[in-house]
Every structure is written in structure tokens, then in C-alpha cells.
């Protein structure tokens, strides 16, 4: 069964510097999706990025950016140049296989507060 | 673009009331779903429809039922709701036969008294 673990609870960084938080997921597939939403103070949940399990290459949308080291089943984001409205839950979420349709499954998310 | 609207934005119910929650979307996308978040918690899928009239069960169907009409709206059931239950709804809907990311409404917030 998949599952998807974020142990960090909170970071609390300053405005203007970079954020990285974690993700490790379980799957028994060799094809599988990782992606990464954001949910807003106001309960907004807007998706991020992603990335593929069969590319090399870390995705990168603006100022997010992906850390994935399949061999240890890690798929980080990281936050450059952070502003104040990137204070936010993160969540990170996967799907498995072939299956377009098939919902994903969360980890518990990271609440960001970045800092003037 | 498009948007995911949910109905109703707020729903207090009654211990054991048959409660329906409303998604509706315009993007005329194929597969929705429907989530619950608890308080501080990650989102569970509940049951999604790849197409109109199809319904597959996620890992918390259980004291739910679903129901898919059209293509643009998916309704969800709590088939009775328990007393003192507070948890967020969430709708979300994707194109079908790709890998894109699934797109969110804004949620029902359910509170049970």
C-alpha cells in the first residue's frame, strides 16, 4: 500500500530565504507521480508542481523546486526568495501506476510561517 | 479558466441527519472526487467518478454514499452524520487519461452538534 510521510510539523523561516521541507513516500510500483499543493490560511488548496518517477531531472515551476532522490524514496521542496504570502501548509501527495484516475494519497503537511 | 464551485460553503447538521454536499465544474473535466480533512490532518479520498454514473470507492467510503449525474457535478452523502463531528469536504476534478495534478474547490466546512 502507498503511503506518504512528512515529519516535519512547522518551519518558521525569514522572509527572503530559501525553505526545504520533507517527503518520503512508500510504493510498491516502479511508476508512480509525487505532487505538491499548498493550502492557504483560508482553506485554498492550490497545486505546486510535480514530478514523474521516470524523470532524472527535478522539476522546477518559478520559485519551487523539487529535491527527488529516488533512491531513498525522497521528494523534497524547496522555497527560494520566500515571501510572506508563501506562509502556508504544504502537502505532499502521490499516485501510483497507470491508473490516470486514481486518487492520490497525502501526507499530514508542513506548516510554513515565513517572517518579516 | 474554470472553477470548482462546492455547496453549501458552511453545514451544521444534526446527530444522525442525512446530510448531501453539492460539487459542481466547469472545466469539463472527466474524474472528480470527493475528500475529508480533519482538523490539522492530511486529505482522505472518500469515493471518485471517472466519468457520469460511475463511482469508486476511496479508503473512507464508509457511512457515505456518491452519486455522479453529470459530468459536471458530483454530490456526496453522509448517510448519517455523528454528533460532534467537525471535518472539512473537499471536491477536486481532473482531465482524464493524463498525469495532470487534480484541481481543489473551496470545501464544505460540516460541523455536527
Known amino acids: 500500500a502507498q503511503k506518504v510521510t512528512q515529519t516535519q510539523t512547522s518551519i518558521s523561516v525569514m522572509e527572503k530565504t530559501t525553505v526545504t521541507m520533507d517527503c518520503v513516500y512508500e510504493?510498491?510500483?516502479?511508476?508512480?507521480?509525487l505532487f505538491w499543493y499548498k493550502q492557504t490560511a483560508s482553506g485554498e488548496i492550490v497545486f505546486l508542481i510535480r514530478?514523474?518517477?521516470?524523470?532524472?531531472e527535478n522539476a522546477t515551476v518559478g520559485h519551487y523546486s523539487l529535491n527527488f532522490q529516488k533512491p531513498k524514496s525522497s521528494i523534497g521542496l524547496i522555497i527560494t526568495a520566500t515571501q510572506i504570502e508563501d506562509s502556508a501548509v504544504y502537502f505532499c501527495?502521490?499516485?501510483?501506476?497507470?491508473?490516470?484516475?486514481?486518487?492520490?494519497?497525502f501526507g499530514l503537511g508542513t506548516r510554513v510561517s515565513v517572517f518579516p | 479558466g474554470g472553477i470548482i464551485t462546492q455547496t453549501p460553503k458552511f453545514l451544521i447538521g444534526q446527530e444522525g441527519q442525512k446530510l448531501t454536499l453539492k460539487c459542481q465544474q466547469n472545466?469539463?473535466?472527466?474524474?472528480m472526487y470527493w475528500y475529508r480533512q480533519d482538523s490539522g490532518k492530511g486529505l482522505r479520498l472518500i469515493y471518485y467518478?471517472?466519468?457520469?454514473?460511475?463511482?469508486q470507492k476511496g479508503d473512507l467510503s464508509e457511512g457515505y454514499d456518491a452519486s455522479r449525474e453529470k459530468k459536471s457535478s458530483f454530490s456526496l452523502t453522509v448517510t448519517s452524520a455523528q454528533k460532534n463531528e467537525m471535518a472539512v469536504f473537499l471536491c477536486?476534478?481532473?482531465?482524464?487519461?493524463?498525469?495532470?495534478?487534480?484541481?481543489f474547490g473551496e470545501g464544505t466546512r460540516l460541523s455536527v452538534l
Open positions: 477536486a476534478s481532473k482531465q482524464g487519461r493524463n498525469n495532470q495534478a487534480p484541481l
Open positions: 510504493t510498491q510500483d516502479s511508476s508512480y507521480f
Open positions: 514530478q514523474d518517477s521516470y524523470k532524472k
Open positions: 501527495a502521490m499516485r501510483e501506476g497507470d491508473n490516470y484516475a486514481q486518487g492520490l494519497t
Open positions: 472545466f469539463n473535466h472527466d474524474t
Open positions: 467518478s471517472i466519468t457520469e454514473n460511475d463511482l
